[in-house]
Each structure stands twice: as structure tokens, then as C-alpha cells.
């Protein structure tokens, strides 16, 4: 049996043969480059890497084919992007992002008019009021309605909120964005308190019937079950429950929502923080029709639609890999009327004025069918 530092020396020897390679490989991939600037050639050519890809995989045998295709195709997305590079070329997606880098402003504006969804005292009322000074809001019903007044210009932002640290992902907000054209310019996260809030006078073992939304009653299940007889109703937001137990003529009705909406519609709060978990917060986007990038923008979000076969991801994922970008958040929603296939959401953790965010621009809508770049902003904690 050989000495494990007799093999390991082996292995480094080969490393470094395998290293002289690559530098002469890339050497060729520059004179490629060169060719194709002069020829006017892509530089990605789909059939010439799937059948190197292939080729690999059948040189290497059984056993070995997978490692090798994966090899291969490392080595082919790092010629694609030394060519990338060599030529200076820039997708439209990059373009963009330079373009709005450019015209960049000094910094987000404190007043603006604002659309978000639900009535005074919701939380996405005081998301607006956490990313603005002050805010002109305009009140929806809908999240449809939100993103349909900033897509027509009626408001020049819209606050929607998209992720929660315990009831995840807001999935009809992220359907809704396959159907609009939008930006998101910046994002914010807001702790959430849920409070028992009654009228002036009542006790807690008088409610029998208690209104809010559905992502607040999934969030305080554990306290609800401690009432022994009470009936839940689902309303469009927490702030709406609050109103209609206001303008209720009944004494044994409640509403989870923020303590805001007690001072709001003339409520008590009967306890306070009545939600199973402490540590849980919103995500709110801040959404405009305009793509701008105010300074500091260093987490952008994009939508993908890759193939539908094997590997189709992965080459994708690569990509972030390859360029040393962190992926934060990657959601995926269904696409309607097509069965099995799927719009990827990432979320990256990237200057949008950095070198390889560039680099990520120009060269995604290579490895995948739809490439959608929906803006790079900061997020306010």
C-alpha cells in the first residue's frame, strides 16, 4: 500500500500540470477572443460546448463521464468569460446597469408618493413610513392594484411586502411580478408585533370572535389556541381587521394587529407581542417603474427561466460560483398555463458597480431561456 504523502505528492504533481494546461488554454481562449472580435463571431457557441461536454464524458469512461462533463464545462465557461472580458462586449442587461450607474442620483428621496395595499395603521403602511420621511400614501386593495398604479404612473413608488422570517415567502406577490414591469429600488425589513386589540373596556375572556390576516393568525396559532372558544376570520390585512372591530356593534370581537392601529381606530390593546415567535419580521420591497440605482446598491434581484433539463440550474449557479457572488435568497413560483416549468427569483448579495456584478450581466442569458433584471438596491435593517 503506498504512503498517503507519497500519493498526495502525486496529486500536486498533477495539479501543476494540470495548472500549466489551463494558463496555455486560456492563452488560446484570448486568441479566440481576438478571431471573433475580427470575424464578428459570438462568443458563446451553444453546439460546439455541448459536444465538447460530450466528448469529455465519453473519453473518461464509466464511472467518470459526470465529473468530466462537469470539468469540461467549468473549463468552457471560464474561456466564455475571459473572452467576455477580452472584448469588453455588453449584453443588453449589462448595458442597463451601466447606463442607470451613470445617471446615478445623490441619494433615495424622503418625500414621494407612495402606493401600498390595506388601509392606515398596516404594516405596509409603516414599511412606507421606515424607507420615507415623509410619504403621500395612496391605498390599495389589492397587491395587483399596487404594482398596476406605479407600472401606469399614478404613484411613483409602491411597498409590497415579499418575504417573512417565519411564514416565508409572499408566493402571490412573487406571481404577480411575472406580470408587471417594474424596478425594486430598495427594501426594508420591519419587526412585527401582533397585538390582541378590543374595544376601551373589554376583557380578554370576553372575545369569542377574532379578525386578521391569515399570514398573522398562521403566525400566533400557538396563542390563539389558548382561547377556549373563539372563531377566526380572515380579513384582507391586520390594520382592516382592526377598523371592523371598531366599527363592530359587537363586545366580544378582537383583532390581531400592530399597536399603531389602537391609537388608529380608538382600540385597546389587550396584551401585547401575542405572536409564537419574537424574532419575526417583514420584508417590504420598495418598487418603481423607473430602473434607478441610488448610491450603495449592493443586493440586486433577478428572474430566470432556465431550460427544462437536467443541469439546467446548475450552470446557472455556476455562474455566482464562478464570480465569488453570494446567493441570498432563491425562490421559485410556477409559471401559469405551463406545466412543470418555473421562474427563478435570486436574490445577490453584490455591488451593482462591481466589476464581476458586470460580468454576471453579460453573461447569464447564455445558460438560461429568459433573463429578467429587476434592479439593485440597499436594504434598510
Excluded at 459570438?42 to 453546439?47: G, N, S
Excluded at 399603531?260 to 417590504?284: I, K, M, P, W
Amino acid at each position: 500500500m503506498s504512503d498517503l504523502l507519497e500519493i498526495r505528492n502525486r496529486i500536486d504533481a498533477i495539479d501543476g500540470q494540470i495548472l500549466d494546461l489551463f494558463k496555455e488554454r486560456m492563452s488560446c481562449a484570448a486568441e479566440v477572443a481576438e478571431y471573433k472580435r475580427d470575424t464578428g463571431k459570438p462568443v458563446y457557441d451553444a453546439a460546439r460546448e455541448r459536444d465538447n461536454i460530450q466528448r469529455a464524458a465519453d473519453r473518461a469512461g464509466a464511472g467518470l463521464e459526470h465529473y468530466a462533463a462537469v470539468l469540461e464545462s467549468l473549463l468552457m465557461e471560464a474561456s466564455r468569460d475571459a473572452q467576455y472580458r477580452r472584448l469588453g462586449k455588453s449584453s443588453a442587461a449589462a448595458t442597463t446597469v451601466a447606463a442607470a450607474l451613470a445617471s446615478q442620483p445623490p441619494y433615495f428621496p424622503e418625500r414621494a408618493f407612495v402606493a401600498c395595499q390595506g388601509v392606515e395603521g398596516a404594516y405596509q403602511q409603516l414599511a412606507v413610513d421606515r424607507l420615507f420621511k415623509r410619504a403621500n400614501i395612496a391605498y390599495f386593495e389589492t397587491f395587483d392594484a399596487v404594482f398596476s398604479a406605479v407600472e401606469r404612473g399614478i404613484v411613483k413608488f409602491g411597498v409590497l411586502p415579499i418575504e417573512n422570517s417565519t411564514a416565508g415567502s409572499v408566493n402571490h406577490v412573487f406571481d404577480l411580478m411575472m406580470q408587471h414591469d417594474f424596478h425594486i429600488v430598495r427594501t426594508c425589513r420591519l419587526k412585527i408585533d401582533h397585538n390582541l386589540l378590543a374595544k376601551p373596556g373589554q376583557r380578554k375572556e370576553d372575545v369569542h370572535i377574532i379578525y386578521s390576516h391569515q399570514q398573522a393568525i398562521s403566525q400566533c396559532a400557538d396563542y390563539i389556541s389558548t382561547f377556549p372558544d373563539v372563531r377566526v376570520h380572515v380579513t384582507e390585512n391586520t390594520a382592516m381587521a382592526a377598523r371592523m372591530v371598531a366599527e363592530s356593534d359587537r363586545d366580544d370581537v378582537a383583532a390581531l394587529a400592530s399597536a399603531a392601529c389602537a391609537d388608529l381606530y380608538g382600540l385597546e390593546v389587550l396584551e401585547r407581542s401575542v405572536q409564537d415567535l419574537q424574532n419575526n419580521y417583514t420584508r417590504f420591497a420598495c418598487i418603481s417603474r423607473d430602473l434607478t440605482i441610488y448610491p450603495g446598491a449592493d443586493r440586486s434581484t433577478l428572474m430566470i427561466e432556465t431550460k427544462h433539463e437536467p443541469g439546467a440550474l446548475y450552470k446557472v449557479l455556476a455562474r455566482f460560483y464562478a464570480l465569488d457572488i453570494n446567493l441570498v435568497k432563491l425562490e421559485s413560483r410556477p409559471i401559469p398555463e405551463r406545466e412543470f416549468d418555473f421562474m427563478f427569483y435570486f436574490d445577490v448579495d453584490c455591488p451593482a458597480a462591481a466589476p464581476e456584478f458586470q460580468t454576471l450581466m453579460n453573461s447569464l442569458s447564455d445558460v438560461c431561456e429568459e433573463f429578467r433584471y429587476l434592479g439593485s438596491y440597499t436594504e434598510v435593517l
